[in-house]
Every structure is written in C-alpha cells, then in structure tokens.
C-alpha cells in the first residue's frame, strides 16, 4: 500500500506472478475496499486478500510503523512471523519494512544488523552483489564480516557461483588504504573460509573480479546512486550521439530498438525487482518506491526462489559457522593445519 | 619522473604544450641524462630542463617524499616556492605530490587540508567538480566546509560559471540522512554565503543539477572509481550490442567512429588531464600515473588558466572571507539585516 505507484502497481505485477506460478500463493495485504476493484476481472485462483486498514506513507519516519501495528507492511510481516506467508515484498516505505522485519521477525542468531543487498546491472561481466546498499549509516567491522558471510551465501545459494569471490570495498587496494573501518572488517573477513580478495575499488562493482562486495550502508548508497546516475547519463549520451551523427535515422527502429532495449533491460532495475534483506528471520524483499508491475513480478520471482532453496537455512548454517572468527574463538575459523567443517 | 609512462609520456605532453603556447616558459623537473635524448630533434625554444637526481616511484609511501629533496616532486615543488615556477604538474606518486606540496608551499591561510578537486566528465550536462576526490580519508565538518569554498571559486573562477550550485554528498536528500560529517558540513555551508544546495546524492554527479559536490576523500575515491567503471562498463555494453544487433556492420566505419569517438571523448580522463590540488600556497595539478601525453599537455592548459585567471589570489580572498561562518566569528557570515561584502 506504501509506494509511489501504490496500490495499482504492486497489485498488477502480483496478478502477472500469480498467473505464471499457479503453484505459489499470494496474498495482497492492504485496504480490501480500495484493493478488490482492482481486481474485479482479473483475480487468480492462487490470489487472495488480506485486510490491513492502516498505511505507513512514504514521508513518515521509519520508526513510526512500531506505532502502527495495522499497516499493511506490519501485517504482512506478521503473516510471515506466524507462518501464514513465506516471504514478504515491499514497495512501501524502505526503512519501514526494515524496523518492522527487524522487531517482528527478529534477527539469524550471529546477525548484529540486518543488511539490504543489492544486484547490480551485469554490463559486460556478471552480476555483483553490493552489502549493505543502505540499511546501516555507521557500521562496525563485525557487522561489515557479517555482511560478506550473508552476501556470499546468497550468491552461492540464489545465484548459483560455485565459490563467489568477497572483497571490501575501499579507496585503493593496498591494505595501508582505508579506514579503522574497512581495515578491521578485512583483518576479520582474511580468518574466514570466504575467497576473500581483500580491498576492491569502485571499479570494480561492473569489472566481473568481485562477487560480493562488502560496505557500509553510507557508502553503499553513494555508489549505488552513482552508478544509476553514470549508467543514465551514459545512456542519454549514446542516444544524443546516435541522433547528431545521423546514425539514428541510418540504422532505422529495427536496429536503433535492440540496441537502446538492450541498453534499458540492462539498466532497468526492475530486471532485479528489489534488493533482498539478509540477515533477519524470513525473506524479506524491498523493492523500490517507485517499482513497476513488472519489478514487483521479478522481486516476487526472486523471494520465491529465496525460499525455493531454503536461503534462511543456508545463512543460518553459514553464520553459525563463522561464529569462530568472527567473535575469535580459538576452535573455529579457518583451519591451521586440519581442514575444518 | 614519477609516473607510469615516465618520462616519454610527461615529456610528449610538455613539447606539444610549449609549442602551442610559445608565450609560456615550461621546465621539465628530472633527470636530465634521460630527458635529453627524448628532446634531441624536438626541443621548442620555450622549454628547458632542470635536472633532479631522484625519483620518488609510484610503489614509495607518500611521506617518503620528505626524505628525498632531491626527487624531482620536491624540485619541482622548490621551484614554485621561490618563484621559479607558477604551477607544477605532476604525473607522479599523488600522495607524494600532496605531501610535498602541502610541507613546501605551505596551505592558504584558513585551510586546514589541502584536497583534491576532480572534474567528472560531462556526459549529457555541464560538469560537476568533486573535492575532495582523495586526500583526505578522514575529514571534519570544517574541512568539507572549506572544500566548499575552494570548489565554488575554482568553478566560478576558472570554469566561468557565474554562481555555482554546491552540495554535501550524502545518501538521501532529506537533512536527516547522512553522519555527524555531513550534516555538520551541511550546518556550516547552510550558514554561508554560497548557493548551497544540502544534501545532493550520487546520482546528482551527472544529473547537472549541482556544480561542486563536497565529500571526504573516502567516499571521493569510490564515486569516482564506480563512475569510471561504469562508464566504461556501459561504453563496452554499447559496442557489444551494437556488433550484436548487426548495427556496426550496418553503421559502417563512417557513423560508428564518430559514435563511438564521442563517448571516447567524454568519458576520457585525458580531456581534463589532471585534478588541481586546492589549499596549498601554489598552483599544482596532480595527472594521473598512466597519464598520456594528451593528458598532460591538458592538465598544463589547465594550470595556465590557474594561474592566468590568478585562482590563488581569489581562493585566498574567499577563504578570508568564510572565516567568519566557517568559525562562528558573529560579525561575519550571512548578513542578517544588511547586504555583507
């Protein structure tokens, strides 16, 4: 009920999802009155509704929904706390959905901060992962290790990389580079069992070299909205000069469409749908204020598969595992001369 | 002597620059047994050499520089100092040039830290300049306040730019996004007499809406480096999908070079060639260490406009001028009745 475009858009990509997966269940959860119109011809068989009477607006803080237990992303992260709904997606008030997951589903043991993740456009290499792209200002370097542990089992678990390849981000490669910050999350993120690559640089979010690239929500914003910007600006200008050389009206639309549809389905974040929340108890995804039908179909796609492989198990699994060296125990972490588990 | 291509790159650069220009005199700073040979048939008249035996090489740490007086860096830095020189340009170690421009020159009365101005390239809209772009890892409210002042006089005065628009870089518009830095620079700058903008996010860097984004050199370094990578990553999507979509073929040589020149044309780091170094008392400009002979002919254009337009004495000026709000001084900053200077 909480986005830009809602409630029409998140109910017509609901519908397109609910159509070509007859064996998922969806629930639409918001104000019946205002949802069952839109619906009238169109209702699934697998599609249903849920009542919830109260909206966290787009402007409000993102602690007000503690005060509004009967907003729709409230209800919904209930329905997922009691088992009535195995994933949650939400193109309401980010922050929101993050406080409401966090206090009701609570958080993987081994999880100081839930973090949101971000797939990146491909370009020419494949697809990188950006933790966390928002969620936490201020970090601290467990935090930061906690990330790279979530990111890499999601590459590994929803994108299939056999071994995905982790590595902070930083202002240069050299490990005297830095911050207390970013050094302390390499020191503890070097114990692991991850193929960690040490610092990586903002070039390297499209160079194809990191899998799973390690932030704080500060700097994970910046270059998120950096690279949207670049991508836009790049893409405005091969148009710009593909018009002023006369290779426009050369190629004619049956050339000119692939190329700047190719550019756009590359581009276009509703090719992802939204970036999942790793790190609390349920999958969670939060989709852009703005998303279109066809991102909130693919955010469902990609929560469905969340659960499909059993994600939670999985981060669960990977976190008890690097309790070790994460918090120093001696026992665990990797191993010096035995191979560990 | 310092930089990846050295000395042929520095030395191309600076013959194509003297002979443009035979009304400025260039010294090139090194070791003259090697320059010499590089100058045998090429030598403008306007172009002389001033040996240094040492080399401070791009693997050194930046305050190794203090132990080499003789590295050409340090040379070069002299000669500005005792009014030898009016700018130095440097393709070397930037670190290096940083320290030994800040300990030779000497910083502008009212800057606590020299930084580094980056000028992003324009893609659709005018250009925006980043300070500070990597100096500074760490930075206090009153720095970026200051990286402020030095970017808006550098646009207006060099750029021409009649009233430039300046932002912090933060993640979110709203005043309460960001950290203690940011929204302590914002309260100083809000209380300043530039157009201050608040908040801009990394998106504006290419979106035209802003003229000089303030930021630590932490974050400086990672929107600068994901700008880069993903404009190159688009530039490469596009002549992928163009040879895929049998466009380029289509095209032919005659429409596809200008097209892809273009984008060559922009996103080039050669076509600003380097970054000037704000704060310190001399016009320097750091180059890139893989800088071309393009790039460093540009980047000593860029010097001479520095110096022709005397940007020192005007940062000096708007310096003085902001010490007032930049302090909390009462009897300066924003006028509260009457018009101030």
Same mark, same amino acid.
């Given at each position: 009920?909480?986005?830009?475009?809602?409630?029409?858009?998140?109910?017509?990509?609901?519908?397109?999802?609910?159509?070509?997966?007859?064996?998922?269940?969806?629930?639409?959860?918001?104000?019946?009155? &205002?949802?069952?119109?839109?619906?009238?011809?169109?209702?699934?068989?697998?599609?249903?509704?849920?009542?919830?009477?109260?909206?966290?607006?787009?402007?409000?803080?993102?602690?007000?929904?503690?005060?509004?237990?009967?907003?729709?992303?409230?209800?919904?992260?209930?329905?997922?706390?009691?088992?009535?709904?195995?994933?949650? +997606?939400?193109?309401?008030?980010?922050?929101?959905?993050?406080?409401?997951?966090?206090?009701?589903?609570?958080?993987?043991?081994?999880?100081?901060?839930?973090?949101?993740? #971000?797939?990146?456009?491909?370009?020419?290499?494949?697809?990188?992962?950006?933790?966390?792209?928002?969620?936490?200002?201020?970090?601290?370097?467990?935090?930061?290790?906690?990330?790279?542990?979530?990111?890499?089992?999601?590459?590994?678990?929803?994108?299939? +990389?056999?071994?995905?390849?982790?590595?902070?981000?930083?202002?240069?490669?050299?490990?005297?580079?830095?911050?207390?910050?970013?050094?302390?999350? #390499?020191?503890?993120?070097?114990?692991?069992?991850?193929?960690?690559?040490?610092?990586?640089?903002?070039?390297?979010?499209?160079?194809?070299?990191?899998?799973?690239?390690?932030?704080?929500?500060?700097?994970?914003?910046?270059?998120?909205?950096?690279?949207?910007?670049?991508?836009?600006?790049?893409?405005?200008?091969?148009?710009?000069?593909?018009?002023?050389?006369?290779?426009?009206?050369?190629?004619?639309?049956?050339?000119?469409?692939?190329?700047?549809?190719?550019? &756009?389905?590359?581009?276009?974040?509703?090719?992802?749908?939204?970036?999942?929340?790793?790190?609390?108890?349920?999958?969670?995804?939060?989709?852009?204020?703005?998303?279109?039908?066809?991102?909130?179909?693919?955010?469902?796609?990609?929560?469905?598969?969340? +659960?499909?492989?059993?994600?939670?198990?999985?981060?669960?699994?990977?976190?008890?595992?690097?309790?070790?060296?994460?918090?120093?125990?001696?026992?665990?972490?990797?191993?010096?001369?035995?191979?560990?588990?």
């Amino acid at each position: 009920m909480g986005g830009d475009r809602a409630p029409e858009a998140p109910v017509a990509g609901a519908v397109a999802f609910a159509r070509a997966h007859p064996d998922i269940d969806i629930l639409l959860v918001g104000d019946v009155p &205002r949802l069952a119109p839109l619906l009238k011809r169109v209702r699934p068989q697998n599609l249903s509704l849920h009542h919830a009477q109260d909206v966290v607006g787009m402007e409000a803080s993102a602690t007000d929904v503690r005060r509004r237990p009967d907003s729709s992303v409230s209800v919904a992260i209930r329905l997922v706390r009691d088992g009535n709904a195995d994933a949650v +997606v939400s193109a309401g008030h980010s922050g929101a959905l993050l406080t409401a997951a966090t206090l009701g589903l609570g958080r993987i043991e081994g999880v100081d901060r839930p973090a949101i993740a #971000a797939l990146l456009p491909a370009l020419q290499h494949r697809r990188c992962l950006l933790v966390d792209a928002g969620a936490n200002i201020e970090c601290r370097p467990r935090w930061l290790a906690q990330f790279g542990v979530m990111g890499e089992t999601y590459v590994r678990r929803v994108l299939g +990389v056999a071994r995905p390849r982790v590595g902070v981000l930083s202002n240069g490669e050299e490990p005297g580079k830095g911050t207390p910050l970013t050094r302390g999350a #390499a020191e503890l993120l070097a114990k692991s069992d991850l193929d960690f690559l040490g610092y990586v640089e903002g070039s390297d979010l499209f160079s194809g070299r990191v899998d799973v690239v390690v932030t704080d929500g500060f700097s994970g914003n910046l270059v998120l909205k950096t690279a949207e910007g670049t991508a836009l600006g790049a893409a405005g200008l091969v148009r710009q000069l593909l018009q002023r050389s006369g290779a426009a009206e050369r190629l004619g639309s049956m050339l000119l469409e692939p190329l700047l549809g190719g550019m &756009r389905r590359v581009l276009d974040s509703a090719e992802v749908g939204g970036a999942p929340l790793l790190g609390v108890n349920g999958v969670a995804m939060v989709s852009h204020g703005s998303a279109t039908p066809r991102a909130i179909e693919n955010a469902l796609k990609a929560a469905a598969e969340m +659960v499909r492989v059993d994600l939670q198990g999985h981060l669960t699994d990977a976190l008890r595992q690097a309790q070790g060296w994460l918090t120093g125990t001696p026992e665990s972490g990797k191993p010096a001369t035995e191979p560990g588990v």
